[in-house]
């Protein structure tokens, strides 16, 4: 294969250690970097293309042009005309698809089943082939899809900040632009400028879509020869127009920015943050480990480390830390706190706690142990993965496409899989970085309003930036390192050394069964006779009736529960697995454990290798029967959820705020934030408080299909599989009704729905209309469906269903599920495909009928979120009412009171 005319080079010498796949990598005359995965067990394909040029490459006068490209190679190219082709074609091939525009590389993704594999990625190559770039369509995915996505990022947190430091970026550095663009900066302005903006987006495409840019990864069932024609033939044609990308070696920080701190104001006020970001130099590959262990070191929660030491002051709750690349130039190293009310009024001496926490790190030096013990975890979870768990994913694949572009083709998966080398020297080396004289300070904080004297242009963030005095730079540089209750951390006691497997199986399909029954205890046993791995998952529900009694019962739990987490926490990063810089391929954790109430009470799971899984059980359970009450922290959490609940709206994004309310509507005991905050007055924030923050709308229309039976569950299932795809095309890409698209099914307390989302800046009574109608169109479209089509969609579904328990830890979980609703169908997955093989058109289209389409038999509840007053007064009509329901007779019955509202359906809607 090797001499194939289209091939310039084939790297076959890969071969890592226990593994049934093979690779291939190719470099195409064309220099398109090719990597190639055959895998013979495989249910599932993917690729991922990965175009080395992003924001970096837009132009000064169209922030956003790279992402805008990005959108519209997807919505048809020469060969496949219609705009709905590629994402249809991918969802009736049981797929998924995506694609994201970040600074140095736009990356396009797609799965698919092995039998249409082929066919999709014939389309997917057409993306760098010929795309129409359709006029029509340009303006109205500017205002549409792009400029909706941009008003999303606007109530992010993390979006914000991002925007705000690139002011700290010398100008004429890429990573200082506006990237994600909107209807001003692509639209607006360029009418006014008399740029025609299809003209500059193909100049753009024709500048930088060229295939020596470009990096493919294929994962496949097919041979490595079988997949390498299949490459050749769809991408052999995709231009080399031998571009050279834009290089960035001046050093691309402002100097006047050191030494700085800036006051900021956050979108909502459950955000009190301090960051502090050292700039780094370029980082090599072997920073990796190093960058890891200094990041392990601060978020370390045991006590005595700096978490411990600042929550002990009533001033921290946590730590995340680590490396920050915003492309391969601009390397940044973060510690972010979040901070309690008091510890706003403690910024300085919060750093002064963190520089002798460093001092105190590079007195003592770098600790193998610490390495020793992460290498250990990193082997035993590589040593016991099972080939039986899918360890690849599109993340994974996509991850590949983009280090092709960096790293030897024959290092890609050793990159991947091997842990990296211990390096004293070069932790030594980046200590240095850890200096005074190397920070920018960020805090965030509603309380900077009254001094907030800037403005951010396109995120709107208020700020102000101060130098840090001298004498404040004198204490940091003087920090020393003898603090009482700072100290170096403990080795960890939960790390598995024993992985013995009992011999001796029960072979039968479904062994669970009931080990103990007594009025106070019912435990469930299942044997691993699957995976046989020395790996166990645990899962315990404590009910009581107290728990969820009434808002202030709730709240106790919720507090209970958040006390008891605070405690644990430093059990928390001292056992789950190291952090992989590029991905994961380990399929199980080494140890981990989650607490979280519930309705009924309060659950435990713990998951991970078994060895040590008792004696993180005995410490758990210790604490909970054994529960002391810490006054200090009890306050810093009193006041952390009550923050919580003040704010229930802003947090959420308006599709999570919709669905809250849904559960409000359809359980018949469903707490409020306002309920729980209040604790006993009634309140109704969904129909009288409007969104604040929010400039987008949500409709959430959910169709009720009744009880859950294998019949509706296989009907609603591929009923939803079958409108998914076309969903998002017709109400995202041909009608804009939103950014945020979903259909799926949704079941509360039993009861099934089929749910269409919508989240965008039209009226929702308008965008009810629009599904109403979309769904009469979904019926015709089933109704004229070919047999070989409608038969593709169920077997997609059958996949999906029966590889639901691919892992221990998901099999699991579909058991839990079942105990928990008491419906116990162990063997559900062997029931329900065979039914889902028998449904014919004329089923479905009965069912849809009845539940979907006829208005004098169908059962609709609507939620409408709306947006900002502001935004209303652009877009919506007057109306304050937050929910309709729509009756048999097709008139929206409105309701002011919840109560009612549950008071006036029977058990189920």
């Given amino acids: 294969m090797s001499n194939h005319n289209c091939v310039e080079e084939q790297f076959d010498n890969i071969h890592p250690d226990n593994d049934s796949r093979s690779y291939r990598g190719l470099v195409l005359t064309n220099k398109m970097r090719i990597f190639l995965i055959s895998d013979p067990s495989t249910d599932i394909s993917f690729a991922s293309m990965d175009v080395n040029a992003g924001d970096n490459c837009n132009p000064d006068d169209l922030p956003g042009l790279a992402h805008l490209c990005e959108h519209m190679l997807l919505l048809g190219t020469e060969k496949y005309r219609k705009q709905d082709d590629y994402h249809m074609y991918v969802t009736q091939s049981n797929g998924q698809q995506n694609a994201t525009t970040s600074l140095s590389s736009t990356n396009y993704w797609f799965t698919a089943s092995p039998e249409k594999f082929k066919e999709v990625l014939d389309r997917f190559a057409q993306f760098f082939i010929a795309p129409l770039f359709r006029e029509s369509l340009i303006e109205k995915e500017i205002n549409g899809s792009i400029d909706a996505e941009y008003k999303e990022y606007l109530t992010l947190h993390g979006r914000r900040y991002i925007q705000l430091e690139k002011l700290c970026i010398k100008p004429d550095q890429p990573y200082s632009k506006f990237g994600t663009g909107n209807g001003e900066s692509l639209s607006k302005i360029p009418k006014e400028k008399n740029i025609n903006v299809r003209n500059r987006l193909l100049e753009f495409y024709n500048t930088y879509y060229s295939a020596n840019v470009m990096s493919l990864c294929i994962h496949g069932k097919e041979s490595l020869d079988d997949l390498t024609n299949m490459v050749i033939e769809r991408f052999c044609n995709v231009e080399n127009k031998e571009v050279e990308l834009p290089m960035y070696s001046e050093y691309p920080f402002k100097d006047e920015d050191f030494n700085t701190i800036w006051y900021y104001v956050p979108i909502h006020d459950t ?20 960058l890891d262990y200094i990041a392990h070191l601060f978020k370390h929660k045991s006590e005595g480390l700096l978490v411990s030491a600042l929550k002990a002051r009533g001033w921290c709750n946590t730590i995340i830390a680590g490396k920050d690349s915003a492309d391969t130039s601009i390397h940044y190293f973060k510690v972010i706190f979040e901070l309690t009310e008091k510890g706003i009024k403690h910024v300085e001496d919060i750093i002064l706690i963190m520089f002798q926490y460093i001092n105190m790190l590079k007195k003592n030096g770098p600790m193998k142990w610490i390495y020793d013990e992460h290498l250990h975890i990193w082997n035993m979870c590589n040593r016991y993965r099972s080939a039986k768990i899918h360890s690849w994913n599109p993340n994974n694949i996509a991850t590949i496409a983009y280090l092709l572009h960096i790293y030897p083709m024959e290092n890609i998966i050793s990159l991947l899989r091997d842990f990296p080398k211990w390096r004293p020297d070069l932790i030594n080396e980046l200590m240095e970085y850890f200096t005074p004289q190397n920070i920018r300070i960020y805090v965030a904080a509603k309380a900077y ?8 242009k396109w995120f709107g963030t208020k700020y102000m930036k101060e130098k840090i005095s001298e004498k404040t730079m004198k204490m940091w540089n003087h920090a020393g390192y003898k603090l009482p209750d700072l100290k170096l951390p403990s080795k960890n006691e939960f790390i598995a050394t024993k992985f013995d497997i009992k011999t001796e199986i029960n072979d039968q399909e479904f062994p669970l069964r009931i080990v103990k029954d007594t009025s106070f205890v019912k435990v469930w046993y299942k044997e691993d006779n699957v995976f046989r791995l020395p790996h166990a998952t645990m899962i315990f529900h404590f009910v009581s009736p107290f728990a969820y009694m009434d808002p202030l019962s ?3 739990t919720n507090m209970f529960v958040n006390l008891l987490r605070d405690f644990l926490d430093e059990y928390a990063c001292i056992v789950n697995i190291h952090k992989h810089e590029f991905m994961h391929t380990v399929d199980i954790t080494s140890l981990e454990w989650k607490i979280t109430t519930t309705k009924y009470g309060i659950t435990l799971k713990i998951d991970g290798f078994d060895d040590k899984q008792r004696v993180l059980l005995e410490k758990i359970m210790d604490q909970m029967t054994n529960f002391k009450l810490n006054p200090k922290r009890f306050e810093v959490l009193k006041e952390k959820h009550i923050k919580y609940l003040k704010n229930f709206a802003t947090i959420l994004q308006t599709p999570k705020h919709a669905k809250e309310y849904l559960h409000i509507l359809l359980s018949e005991r469903h707490w409020s934030s306002d309920e729980l905050l209040a604790s006993t007055a009634r309140c ?3 129909y009288e408080e409007e969104n604040k923050v929010h400039e987008n709308s949500c409709t959430i229309v959910n169709y009720a299909t009744g009880l859950r039976s294998t019949e509706s569950n296989m009907l609603l299932s591929l009923l939803a599989q079958i409108i998914s795809g076309p969903c998002y095309d017709v109400l995202r890409t041909t009608e804009q009704l939103g950014y945020i698209i979903l259909s799926d099914v949704c079941t509360i307390n039993e009861t099934q729905y089929l749910t269409v989302v919508v989240q965008g800046e039209r009226n929702p009574q308008n965008v009810e209309e629009r599904i109403d109608s979309f769904m009469e169109n979904m019926f015709e479209h089933i109704t004229n469906m070919p047999e070989e089509q409608f038969n593709n969609y169920k077997e997609g579904l059958v996949v999906r269903l029966i590889n639901t328990g691919n892992t221990i830890t998901s099999q699991c979980s579909l058991y839990w599920k079942e105990i928990e609703s008491k419906e116990y169908n162990f063997d559900r997955v062997n029931i329900e495909v065979p039914y889902l093989r028998t449904i014919t058109q004329q089923r479905l289209l009965q069912f849809f009928e009845e539940n979907i389409r006829s208005k004098l038999t169908r059962r609709k509840l609507s939620v409408h979120v709306m947006p900002t007053a502001m935004a209303m007064e652009k877009n919506l009509p007057d109306t304050s009412r937050r929910i309709t329901v729509t009756s048999s007779d097709n008139k929206i019955k409105k ?13 189920y809607i």
């Fill in 895 to 907: 309701f002011d009171n919840l109560m009612s509202f549950k008071l006036s359906q029977s058990l």
């Fill in 449 to 456: 309003e009254s001094i907030a004297n800037k403005t951010e």
């Fill in 684 to 686: 109704h924030i969904l």
């Fill in 554 to 556: 709730s709240n106790l």
């Fill in 271 to 290: 955000i009190t943050q301090l960051v502090i970001s050292f700039a780094l130099p370029e980082m090599q590959r072997e920073y990796r480990m190093p």
